[in-house]
Each structure stands twice: as structure tokens, then as C-alpha cells.
């Protein structure tokens, strides 16, 4: 059973981190947009100033509200699957030369602490965005309600927290067993048999 709540988990985050490569493509598309409609309106005014036609103002009205919007998807949606991929970067210069289990052991209490941690920044952020919700907050240009801004945030911490409590089993099991129980190992990247 924890061999396919993880396997279903992992397709979950991974297809949540192909969500946020195609975020990240909108936001670079309509930068690129942006800035060849700019420059194009540049070419056509300079040619409307010499015959006296009325200039063109071409751009994507909002950009930069839009593009901090995808941004914020592409950095939260990707964070979960990181996390499943232990792809973090550490530094394991002392505990190299432990055996697997303390080393288990010692990833698993740095996953609670990940978990604390992930779950103060949680609550933290659904209480600005209910602060916001309620006071009706929205962008200046687009007027996209706020909650827009959050909702990647969350869900991406969220799925975070999720992510980092099943390593943290993972590894507490290994630690005591030695064996991986069904779930990930730690190590091996590979579900264990």
C-alpha cells in the first residue's frame, strides 16, 4: 500500500511540475510578446511622426501582473516534485561515512523539521490571503483579485508538506528496519521490493 500512495503521489507532483513548465512558457510568451509589440509600435511611430498619422501604442496591457502570476505557478508548482525527487541540495560531508540507517534516521528528522517549517509558511499565507479576500484586494492594472497570487503558493506548500511527511516516513522506516516497507528508500531513488 505505501509503494502506490507514493507512486500516486510522485505522478501527482510530477504532472503539477509539467503544470508549472507550461506556466513558465506562458510567462516567457507573453514577455516576448510584450516586447515585440513594443518594439514594432517603436518601428511604426517613428514612421507615423515623419507623414503626420495619428502613433500606436501595441503592447499586452497587464504584463508584468500576468507575468508575476505565472511566475508564482511555475516556483510552487515545481517545489513539490523537488521535494519527491530529493533534489534539494545538501551537504553530507559528515554524515557520508554513517551507516544508511542513521543517515535515514537523520534525513527523516530534517524532513519533520521541513514539515514545520513548510507548514508555519502554510498558515502564514492563507492568513494574508484571507486578509486579502476580505479586504477585496486586487491588482492595479488587471484588477486580478489577489487570492489568484496565493493560490499557487499554497497549493505548492501544501503538496510540499505532503511530499516531505512521506519521505520523512520513508526514511523513519528504513531508519528503524532497515528495510524500505514498501515505500522509497532514500537512497536508492527506486521503490523498494
Known amino acids: 500500500m505505501g509503494a502506490t500512495v507514493y507512486r500516486g503521489f510522485h505522478t501527482v507532483t510530477r504532472w503539477l511540475a ?18 515585440v509589440l513594443r518594439t514594432a509600435s517603436r518601428a511604426v511611430n517613428l ?24 511566475v508564482m505557478g511555475v516556483a510552487f508548482a515545481v517545489l513539490p516534485f523537488a521535494f519527491m525527487q530529493s533534489s534539494h541540495v545538501s551537504v553530507d560531508l559528515l554524515t557520508a561515512r554513517l551507516s544508511a540507517r542513521i543517515q535515514s534516521f537523520l534525513r527523516a528528522a530534517s524532513a519533520l523539521i521541513a514539515v514545520w517549517f513548510l507548514g508555519l509558511i502554510f498558515r502564514h499565507g492563507w492568513e494574508q490571503m484571507v ?14 483579485p489577489y ?36 515505500l522509497l528508500t532514500p537512497h536508492h531513488n527506486a521503490p523498494v521490493e
Do not use: C, H, K
Open 131 to 144: 486578509n486579502q479576500i476580505e479586504y477585496g484586494d486586487v491588482s492595479m492594472t488587471l484588477a486580478i
Open 18 to 35: 509539467y503544470a508549472g513548465v507550461i506556466s513558465l512558457f506562458v510567462a516567457m510568451g507573453a514577455t516576448i510578446i510584450d516586447i
Open 147 to 182: 487570492s489568484w497570487f496565493w493560490a499557487p503558493l499554497l497549493t505548492g506548500v501544501a503538496m510540499s508538506v505532503a511530499a516531505t511527511a512521506l519521505l520523512a516516513m520513508a526514511n523513519m522506516v528504513f531508519a528503524a528496519t532497515g528495510r524500505g516497507g514498501g
Open 47 to 70: 514612421v507615423a511622426d515623419f507623414i503626420g498619422v495619428e502613433p500606436v501604442g501595441w503592447a499586452i496591457q497587464g504584463v508584468v501582473e500576468l507575468v508575476q502570476l505565472f
